[in-house]
């Protein structure tokens, strides 16, 4: 593999030496984008590096510390979590002195473009380090430390950064590296927690990481449905948070809870700055409300175990990017660090992302809350809001005047996917917070169908909903028209729905269709619609992304980690995987990313002779480079649809043929086990903000809805009338509404059920790069 990707370069006039590190808190991800920058580097025909000890080895520098690095060091490094280049945190580096040593070993070792991976107390050094340069080089030159050749070649370094912290506490980025591995570890141990305390009705306060930042307590607090939250940007706004924290757990034990989460940040604080300890939360809950109370500090584990699917995803696209930002870097260019708006990688200026951080922090020494929570980016914002209206508003005073309030229904259709539960919990508890009545059809439209279908959601009913797979409602795949448009549209009549929100696939998205086109016959179709993609497959038009690829992808990676472990103990073995998603090839490419696989076949490109013969020519020179040592097994994963003749047992078969022996392939069918399961965290807070959303869609278009019809009651079919039926989705960096009449007319490839314009391209040709696949065209 490595001398076929190694053939493939391109020498770029360009070419450099470039160098990666990890620095700070180690994070889950972090070997993953190591692993990417040094592939992409030399595939790019640079030499690559890696600086053992973060910015230690920088300073003490030599050959232990700054060690070339070639293609198969960092085979198997996708999935291992840590940093296996060490980290630390180092004093030396914040003098000056210590800067200069640093310096003079990087032009020693030859390097000349550095990748820091760590936080902002990282990317802050690095600029820092970058900014004196210039300076440091030419001390270096005039004290005869340096020649005047190295001084040449040498006046400018090219720096950027890559974010891995389980914080997220950095600014203008979604996410970090690491802090969806972290927050995944918190719901799992929550989950476990929610068993103990519900049969003891017990409260449990849980202390989770975060000394200047909230989000993992936050999010937590969403996916898990705590009681109540302590963050660092939010004290509570009541003079005692004591008060205002026990009128909360005492309306949900009236209510008939029988357990309480409390979630505490590491750095929570009261209004006047004083810290909220779990020990001070838990006297509060003994002393007040009787309530038997344990405390339980989740620590390092938060830090631990491999990377979930998104950390690996955000750490390879990451790597791949700051390779290429490194290169096109010019002293003129201010240092980039490379961020994720919702589902778009971008550069970002690091100077102005640190700057913006420390100043959050200074906003909470001033007691300027508003203004902490304001410089945090705009989701976490929405976040915050959702918690409170879901978790802590007073049901008893909902937010809309009584006018206003709506009888709006939720419904899941199709395949069950993780989050619809979590979805249909929000929808609901959004809905009591401003005075909707949120009802629930049973069974999808052929429940409803056939009557009795229809019930109000109740606030206990749905407790716990949050982190429970499948769906509760159950779900079905038949559209209106398949079970009967006529009754439907009578039973919406009966109940007066004045909104609807559907929950699911493809099925979904043709039922809203359907539901738009049958307006004009059936005025109890003319309310604001509303579609939140769920589905394994991601294949809805109108969105990158759909509750329940991430739970399944997260599975499929578990399984493939699993199998790839027992390949590699049998030392000469591949696996031939097949994957779930109909006719498309998202969840099959992005387990190939994930994974390292070493192909996958889709439906979108079909399967050729030539790219398999090709694909087992690799897996033999690959093989035939380990003598039998490398301790990393292969993966083929297979769409099940990506080609009728050539099945998973036919591909294998070929493989074993060819092999000769020296090697052999199994199959591997992980089956419905890619749809079930406990959500992920991604999926659980993703179906919270969606189905909010949904709801203040229907809020918002609920008028224009109602009023589409002149004084005869005739239909009118204005534009703005058909944007009242939409899917919501995330496109590139926006989440959006997009009418379904638009995404159905031309947005859709007919007959295939898949959107027509893929979107995850790009993502093949990075896992095909980074494990040296030669594509021979399709
Ligand atoms: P985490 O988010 O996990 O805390 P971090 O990158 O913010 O990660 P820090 O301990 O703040 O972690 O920084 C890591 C290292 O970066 C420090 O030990 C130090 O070597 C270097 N560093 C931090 N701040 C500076 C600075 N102002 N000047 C020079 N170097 C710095």
Not at 643 to 648: E, F, H, N
Not at 768 to 778: A, E, I, N, P, T
Request: glycine content about 8%; proline content about 3%.
């Amino acid at each position: 593999t490595a001398s076929s990707a190694e053939s493939v370069l391109k020498a770029v006039a360009t070419a450099k030496n470039i160098a990666v590190m990890t620095s700070g808190g180690d994070a889950p991800g972090m070997n993953a984008n190591v692993r990417a920058i040094i592939r992409a580097a030399i595939y790019k025909g640079c030499k690559a590096y890696a600086v053992y000890e973060g910015y230690s080895g920088l300073v003490k520098g030599g050959p232990e510390y700054i060690r070339e690095m070639h293609w198969n060091d960092v085979r198997g490094w996708l999935a291992e979590g840590g940093t296996n280049i060490g980290t630390a945190r180092c004093m030396e580096f914040k003098e000056r002195w210590g800067r200069s040593a640093a310096c003079k070993n990087m032009i020693d070792a030859g390097i000349d473009a550095l990748i820091v991976c760590g936080g902002d107390g990282s990317l802050t050094g690095a600029d820092l380090f970058r900014a004196e340069w210039p300076s440091l080089i030419k001390e270096l030159h005039e004290t005869g430390k340096i020649t005047t050749q190295q001084y040449e070649n040498h006046k400018h370094l090219n720096i950027c950064g890559t974010l891995g912290s389980i914080d997220n506490d950095m600014s203008l980025t979604d996410a970090t590296i690491g802090c969806y591995s972290s927050l995944a570890r918190i719901c799992k141990a929550i989950d476990y927690i929610d068993a103990t305390a519900n049969s003891h009705q017990r409260a449990f306060v849980i202390e989770v990481m975060g000394r200047h930042c909230g989000w993992l307590a936050l999010m937590a607090g969403i996916a898990t449905s705590a009681d109540y939250l302590f963050i660092p940007e939010k004290p509570s706004s009541h003079k005692d948070w004591s008060d205002h924290m026990c009128e909360i757990v005492a309306a949900h034990r009236a209510r008939g809870k029988r357990k309480t989460i409390v979630i505490v940040a590491e750095g929570a604080i009261a209004s006047d700055l004083t810290p909220v300890t779990c020990e001070d939360v838990k006297n509060v809950l003994v002393d007040r409300l009787g309530l038997d109370t344990r405390i339980t500090t989740l620590g390092h584990v938060q830090r631990g175990g491999n990377a979930v699917a998104y950390d690996r995803i955000l750490a390879t696209m990451q790597g791949v990017a700051a390779v290429d930002a490194v290169l096109e870097g010019t002293p003129e260019i201010p240092s980039p660090m490379i961020s994720i708006i919702e589902n778009k990688i971008v550069r970002k200026p690091l100077v102005e992302a640190v700057k913006l951080t420390k100043s959050v922090a200074e906003a909470i020494r001033s007691k300027d809350f508003a203004k902490a929570i304001s410089l945090r980016d705009s989701e976490f914002v929405e976040h915050l809001h959702n918690f409170m209206a879901m978790n802590t508003a007073d049901f008893r005073e909902p937010s809309l005047p009584v006018e206003q309030r709506k009888k709006i229904a939720i419904i899941n259709v199709g395949a069950p996917a993780g989050g619809m539960n979590s979805a249909v919990y929000s929808f609901a508890t959004y809905c009591f917070s401003r005075g909707h009545t949120p009802y629930a059809i049973h069974n999808g439209f052929t429940g409803l169908a056939r009557h009795d279908a229809v019930r109000t959601l109740d606030w206990l009913g749905v407790e716990g909903w949050t982190s429970i797979g499948g769906s509760e409602i159950g779900t079905n795949r038949k559209t209106p028209e398949e079970a009967d448009l006529g009754t439907i549209a009578y039973e919406f009549s009966k109940y007066k729905f004045d909104g609807l929100v559907l929950v699911g696939g493809f099925e979904a998205f043709v039922s809203l269709n359907q539901l738009e086109k049958a307006r004009a016959n059936f005025p109890a179709f003319r309310i604001p619609m509303v579609l939140i993609p769920a589905t394994i497959s991601n294949n809805v038009p109108g969105t990158e992304y759909s509750l329940g690829s991430d739970t399944c992808l997260n599975s499929l990676v578990d399984y493939c980690d699993a199998i790839k472990q027992s390949a590699a103990a049998t030392r000469n073995r591949c696996f031939v995987v097949e994957c779930q998603g109909g006719n498309s090839g998202y969840i099959a490419s992005y387990a190939q990313l994930c994974c390292g696989a070493t192909a996958s076949y889709v439906p979108e490109e079909g399967m050729s002779l030539t790219q398999l013969a090709q694909d087992i020519e690799t897996l033999k020179v690959s093989f035939a480079n380990d003598q039998g040592k490398s301790k990393s097994g292969r993966l083929i994963l297979k769409s099940e649809k990506a080609s009728d003749v050539l099945t998973t047992k036919t591909i294998a078969d070929i493989i074993n043929s060819e092999a000769k022996q020296r090697f052999d392939a199994k199959t591997a069918i992980p089956g419905h086990a890619q749809q079930g399961g406990i959500p992920s965290a991604i999926d659980r807070t993703r179906a919270a903000r969606f189905a909010i959303k949904a709801v203040q869609f229907v809020e918002q278009n609920n008028d224009i809805a109602c009023n589409a019809e002149n004084e005869f009651g005739e239909f009118l079919n204005s534009p703005a009338v058909s944007n009242t039926a939409c899917v919501l989705g995330i496109e590139r960096s926006h989440v959006k509404f997009t009418a379904i009449r638009q995404l159905y007319d031309y947005e859709t490839e007919e007959g295939k059920r898949v959107r027509k314009n893929i979107f995850w391209k790009d993502i093949r040709d990075i896992s095909d790069l980074l494990v040296g696949r030669v594509s021979v065209g399709h």
